[in-house]
Nanobody, 122 residues
Framework: HVQLVESGGGSVQAGGSLRLSCTAS???????MGWFRQAPGKEREGVAT???????RYADSVKGRFTISKDNAKNILYLQMNSLKPEDTAMYHC??????????????????RGPGTQVTVS
């Protein structure tokens, strides 16, 4: 049973930084893990993914600003967000999928996701 719980969201001014954390359990290391976001009135979109080998993918909108990483020993997934913009405002969800990271990032479809943490940039 996969469980994902996010933390680290909050309110920040444009140009600021936040680090999101996701404590995960019950998943296989081969799963693709990632961060997804959904703003009010918008579709869910992939932000960043990392596969079992540590390879990462990013949405074009966050490349160079966000960094995804994971600590396998602690079962924690991170998203370091720098140079935040108002358009980054959304509910951010940690997610896991047995499928490919490429498909998950572009489609937003995952097998499991956490309840989310709100990020507001003003």
């Amino acid at each position: 049973h996969v469980q994902l719980v996010e933390s680290g969201g909050g309110s920040v001014q444009a140009g600021g930084s936040l680090r999101l954390s996701c404590t995960a359990s019950g998943y296989a290391y081969s799963y693709c893990m990632g961060w997804f976001r959904q703003a009010p009135g918008k579709e869910r979109e992939g932000v960043a993914t990392i596969n079992g080998n540590g390879s990462t993918r990013y949405a074009d909108s966050v490349k160079g600003r966000f960094t995804i990483s994971k600590d396998n020993a602690k079962n924690i997934l991170y998203l370091q967000m720098n140079s935040l913009k108002p358009e980054d405002t959304a509910m951010y969800h940690c997610a896991a999928t047995r499928g490919s990271c490429g498909y998950a990032l572009t489609s937003g479809v995952t097998d499991y996701r956490g309840p989310g943490t709100q990020v507001t940039v003003s």
